[in-house]
């Protein structure tokens, strides 16, 4: 996809569309007064402005006639949002790369109610980089190591490492102890994410999801495991845990979803991106990163999830 003749705003890009095949609409402006109808005043005043252009970055006004599959490019007003009171850490900066410590609660990068209240908006703000752009992520409620690229170039580098499974990612989680269960052991299932379904699951079929779950220590009836996904299946750390029926602690999806206030941070998911590792593909050096944050001490009072999760039904394939 060629870059957008836009800049990066605000930390924000700018929102692309793709006019419809059919040409019903005379002018792009009543194309978009019928897209955002509870933005019209604005999308006048930006088109008046000159921040509306098409793909070739030239200005559409008023008169701009209607072109079918054609792309037009405008910058959409950031949300209000509640501020999450967490500071991002940087433990790495290179000309390549940005290595973070995300706090819990912080969404990776922009995606529905967060927006402005990401790290990947923050981070283009505070530093002064429009290009950084996260090679992957974590979910929104687990803390730890995330990478960015600095530069355009680079980043298709690094995201190859991801995609072909050459980075080396550990994981720490409080979940109930269960004298039952013999570790290590590996667990291999097929999770699905249907879109608008807020949790993930696991359905019968072949694994497309590995992960090794090894003992850490025990202390009050909880643990604290090591996770070591081979694969990044959304959820699938959270989604393998809920299967051996010691759903990480905190857990408001899994094994059943309840509500938790968007300003609610009493009570973090006890789950830690704690290093990743790889060589560099641009150098050939052996890089890894830590975090340095901790998983909280969670007293028997303060759990949110006691409910031990009945071992799926599915076709989970639990090695020890």
Not at 20 to 42: I, K, M, N, S, T
Not at 189 to 218: F, H, M, Q, Y
Not at 295 to 300: A, E, G, H, K, Y
């Amino acid at each position: 996809m060629p870059p957008a003749p836009l800049p990066v705003r605000n930390g924000l890009n700018p929102t692309r569309l793709r006019l419809p095949d059919d040409g019903r609409w005379a002018r792009v402006l009543d194309y978009l007064l019928q897209r955002f109808p509870e933005d019209a005043a604005r999308v006048r005043e930006k088109v008046a402005a000159g921040e509306v252009v098409n793909g070739d970055g030239r200005q559409i006004d008023e008169r701009s006639p209607f072109v079918p599959r054609s792309f037009v490019y405008l910058y959409r007003d950031p949300p209000v949002e509640t501020c999450v009171p967490f500071e991002i850490d940087i433990l790495h900066r290179d000309e390549n790369l940005l290595v973070v410590d995300k706090p819990h609660f912080l969404a990776s990068t922009p995606r529905g109610a967060h927006v402005v209240e990401s790290a990947l908006v923050r981070l283009r703000c505070e530093l002064g980089l429009p290009e950084l752009s996260p090679v992957h992520r974590l979910d929104r409620l687990t803390a730890g190591v995330l990478v960015f690229t600095v530069r355009r170039e680079v980043r298709g580098a690094y995201q190859t490492l991801f995609d072909e499974r050459r980075v080396r990612k550990e994981y720490e989680a409080t979940a109930l102890y269960e004298p039952a269960l013999a570790f290590p052991r590996t667990i291999r299932s097929r999770i699905v994410k249907e879109r608008g379904v807020l949790a993930a699951r696991e359905v019968p079929g072949p694994a497309n999801s590995e992960t090794s779950v090894e003992l850490r220590d025990v202390h009050d009836g909880l643990a604290r495991y090591r996770l070591s996904p081979a694969t990044g299946k959304t959820h699938q750390l959270r989604v393998h845990m809920n299967a051996l029926g010691i759903a990480i602690v905190n857990d408001n999806f899994y094994p059943s979803f309840y509500e938790v206030a968007v300003d609610d941070y009493s009570a973090p998911l006890q789950l830690l991106a704690r290093s990743l590792a790889f060589r560099d593909p641009l150098s050939g050096a052996e890089r890894r990163f830590e975090s340095a944050r901790e998983l909280d001490t969670v007293s028997s009072s303060e759990r949110r999830n006691l409910q031990r999760a009945p071992l799926a039904k599915t076709v989970t394939w639990i090695t020890p």
